[in-house]
């Protein structure tokens, strides 16, 4: 076969394999069909782009993101540990669907040109949220939050479980199962998310278990994101939050739970046993005053990938943060956790933790051609003599000049192919002062 595009005189960086340079990557149709040495690039007539100085590196997953949540920038990291429980702020019941639309696209458009090729998706109105994203270009594993709290009062820690929502948020997710699963060319997916153990019951989180096994879905959840919600289940089950998923048949290899903060060392034994994955928020977190123990739910066999969770969609910026908080909680530099171990969270661990592995998540003959090339001519990214050393270190989403998914550019010298940026940027500025407004108004009332 021959490839429609070349791309040349690149450094090629892929997880567990020494950087190649000068390398070529050859793409046909949706996949990679050679990648390797210039010297062993096959004489053909494929259109050629020549990209030297360029580093490229498989397209980053973003195992949990709330796109619809850039509406929080700038205001609400400092005022509490997550939106969903902290008065004073716009609450997704009081989210417009075009509002939440016009919020995700630009989420979507943020993530996909800071090199992200996958995100992993939950919040309000994702009948509308999951095709503007996708429409993107990008990959999309999207849910509605899925819950039976009543969420206008979860901020005033006030948890009222009311059947009749869990049944509607319940018959949402069923429609976009049938809506959306494997649309948009395979490129768009519905993960079933049970938004957290303290806002859904123990009957709606074993619904959400068996809904998602007769699907063959995948499941995510936030996990012990606060020592608010390990309460709560203590309370309300009588157990911690990680016992809960278990006891509810949601705690699996198909689970991405995301934070797993406040974890017993059973939990993390039961977490790690079961081949679950943590969605690691490092920077998140840490601005929130707390930190995963990465080293031990690693150590306990957990799989580790990383999410930029309501935060700036940048994942290079999260794999050094990554890299700084397991060495806090481990007190210094470690060879377990290097600039290696922070890529493979970002690429190989979050398809794992997706069912893609050989698929997504690394640049290898027969995988899908999602590629990032990052533009190494910067002072910042100068010298260039170890290329992941500086990827993780000091490259920044800013640095991203192209990008491909399932063999289609998406991204084209730094500017989104399939949406002015412009006009996304003017509609979510727009519905957010809004929002803000509104909030302020109910707050003052
Ligand atoms: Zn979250």
């Known amino acids: 076969m021959t490839p429609d595009l070349v791309l040349t005189e690149v450094t090629l960086l892929t997880p567990g394999a020494a950087p190649v340079a000068p390398a070529f990557v050859a793409i046909g149709g949706e996949r990679i069909l050679a990648c390797g040495p210039m010297a062993a690039l096959p004489p053909s007539d494929a259109p050629v782009l020549a990209l030297p100085g360029r580093v490229v590196t498989p397209g980053l997953v973003n195992i949990h993101t709330h796109a619809v949540l850039s509406l929080m920038r700038g205001i609400a990291v400092d005022m509490g540990f997550a939106p969903a429980y902290t008065p004073g702020v716009p609450h997704g019941h009081e989210i417009a669907p075009e509002e939440a639309e016009a919020l995700a696209r630009l989420g979507a458009m943020e993530a996909l040109l800071m090199g992200s090729t996958v995100m992993v998706d939950s919040y309000v109105h994702a009948d509308l949220t999951l095709p503007a994203m996708a429409g993107l270009g990008l990959r999309v594993w999207a849910c509605g ?186 007190g210094g530099v470690h060879q377990d956790w290097q600039p290696e171990d922070a890529f493979a969270m970002a690429t190989v661990n979050g398809a794992r933790a997706l069912g893609q592995q050989g698929v997504l998540g690394e640049v290898a003959p027969g995988a899908q051609a999602d590629l990032v090339v990052w533009d190494f001519r910067r002072a910042h990214l100068t010298p260039l003599l170890d290329p992941l050393g500086t990827l993780v270190h000091d490259a920044n989403g800013r640095d991203v000049e192209h990008v491909w998914v399932a063999g289609r550019q998406v991204v084209r010298d730094g500017a989104p192919v399939f949406a002015d940026e412009a006009a996304v940027r003017a509609a979510a500025q727009r519905v957010s002062e809004d929002l803000w407004r509104r909030a302020r108004e109910s707050v003052a009332s």
């Open 145 to 330: 939050r899925l819950h039976d709290v009543d969420f206008s009062r979860v901020h005033l820690a006030d948890w009222r479980h009311e059947a009749a929502i869990g049944a509607h948020r319940l018959g949402e997710v069923r429609k976009l199962i049938a809506d959306f699963e494997g649309s948009h060319g395979g490129r768009v997916h519905v993960i079933v998310a049970p938004h957290a153990p303290d806002t859904c019951s123990a009957a709606l989180l074993r619904q959400a278990a068996e809904l998602a096994r007769d699907a063959g879905l995948r499941t995510t959840t936030h996990l012990s994101q606060s020592k608010l919600e390990n309460a709560q289940i203590l309370k309300r089950d009588g157990c911690t939050p990680a016992e809960l998923l278990a006891r509810t048949a949601l705690l699996d290899e198909r689970l991405i739970a995301a934070h797993c903060i406040h974890m017993t060392p059973d939990d993390m034994a039961r977490f790690g046993a079961a081949g679950a994955t943590v969605a690691h928020v490092p920077k998140g977190n840490a601005t929130g005053g707390a930190i995963a123990d990465t080293p031990a739910l690693r150590g306990a066999g957990a799989n580790i990938a990383i999410g930029t969770d309501n935060l700036t969609q940048d994942m290079a910026e999260q794999m050094r943060w990554a890299l700084a908080t397991a060495r806090i909680r481990l």
